[in-house]
């Protein structure tokens, strides 16, 4: 979607989440492909050359989720704990690709790990925001039990984002899975209450009922369609809109 050049961010600070996967491409045995983050690098970069303010989450489940290691016999805790590590070495090639793309990045860690990262510390979060660079949170909320998307509503909570961008590859949030019912309901809008009664799997319970407590919408939508986070930063009806009643 083409954007008039008098277009201005309805968002000051953002917190986009996206999933391990989605630095993934299909058909390739990469877990981490070059030219995917890449390519989120130059829409990241577009965004803050709008003047908005982007911190970022990614998951990890491209590398280890804890919850299949615990199908497969692993201690949940140990699990998660290797989850968190695969969240850092996301945030590791995606800072890569950011700082190639001539946006400077700060990769901050619930985890100690100096020697490749900032552990997370509010005021300075707030001070590489200000400046212009983009963060990005890793290794979740530090415990285990608490999934990347809770991990992404505390720190949009934290900094103060005006939302929290769900970057997905479908065009927002449906009734049911489109893939498997073609006639699923898309949603232009819809309430944090519904979304946590109707149990839509976009986002887990804790991370709805955080951004529902702070008042932070949630955008879900299609994050590869070129010039759809432009969109979205402006207000434009892209996706889904998970708001208060």
Not at 19 to 38: F, H, M, N, R
Not at 81 to 101: D, K, R, S, V
Not at 211 to 220: A, L
């Amino acid at each position: 979607m083409a954007l008039a050049q008098t277009a201005k961010p309805r968002y000051r600070r953002i917190l986009l989440k996206l999933s391990g996967e989605a630095l993934q491409t299909k058909g390739k045995s990469l877990c981490i492909d070059p030219d995917v983050t890449a390519l989120i690098a130059k829409q990241v970069k577009a965004v803050s050359d709008m003047g908005v303010q982007v911190a970022m989450v990614i998951g990890g489940g491209n590398i280890f989720r804890g919850v299949s290691g615990e199908a497969r016999g692993i201690d949940r805790s140990t699990g998660d704990y290797m989850g968190m590590l695969a969240t850092i070495m996301n945030a590791l090639a995606m800072q890569n690709a950011l700082e190639q793309a001539g946006l400077a990045t700060r990769v901050q860690t619930s985890i100690s790990m100096q020697r490749v990262a900032e552990p997370f510390i509010l005021r300075r979060a707030l001070r590489h925001l200000d400046k212009g660079r983009a963060v990005i949170f890793a290794g979740g909320t530090g415990n285990p039990y608490f999934s990347t998307d809770t991990a992404a509503a505390l720190r949009a909570s934290e900094i103060g984002a005006e939302a929290l961008l769900k970057a997905t590859k479908v065009d927002g949030i449906y009734s049911e899975d489109p893939v498997k019912n073609p006639n699923a309901e898309r949603f232009d809008t819809i309430t944090y209450q519904e979304a946590l009664v109707k149990s839509l799997k976009v986002m887990d319970a804790s991370a709805f009922s955080l951004c529902m407590e702070n008042g932070i919408p949630i955008v879900v939508f299609d994050f590869f369609k070129q010039g759809n986070t432009e969109a979205v930063v402006c207000g434009e009806p892209i996706g889904t809109r998970v708001i208060s009643g």
